[in-house]
Nanobody, 125 residues
């Protein structure tokens, strides 16, 4: 079983940057695709981005494309979400998730079978 813990969230002003980390413990996640999702108050959880098992393929939501970058370091059991030019509409709880059954990216939350607890990102205008 893989357990995930996100960190790096906080309060930032619009236009600034943050880097979220998602550290995995327990079973290795190096052959799992990983994803980031977010949920704003009163809204459904939405896809942010995903990365294949060795990082060769990434897919992003249109709302973050060009501003967010996903990467991973399998040696450190960590996935990263670099967020730049943050906007107030990026305010949400950000969740890291893993697909134990696949090495390849997926955009639907239902494809992921283990999740972290989330980290709050708040962007002020």
């Amino acid at each position: 079983q893989v357990r995930l813990a996100e960190s790096g969230g906080g309060l930032v002003q619009a236009g600034n940057s943050l880097r979220l980390s998602c550290h995995a413990t327990g079973r290795s996640f190096s052959d799992h695709a990983m994803g980031w999702f977010r949920q704003a108050p009163g809204k459904e959880r939405e896809f942010v981005g995903t990365i294949s098992w060795i990082g060769a393929t990434t897919i992003y939501a249109d709302s973050v494309k060009g501003r967010f970058t996903i990467s991973r370091d399998n040696g450190q059991n960590t996935v990263f979400l670099e967020m730049s030019n943050l906007k107030p509409e990026d305010t949400a709880v950000y969740y890291c998730a893993g697909r134990s059954g696949s090495k390849y990216p997926g955009v639907r939350a239902s494809l992921y079978d283990y999740w972290g607890q989330g980290t709050q990102v708040t962007v002020s205008s």
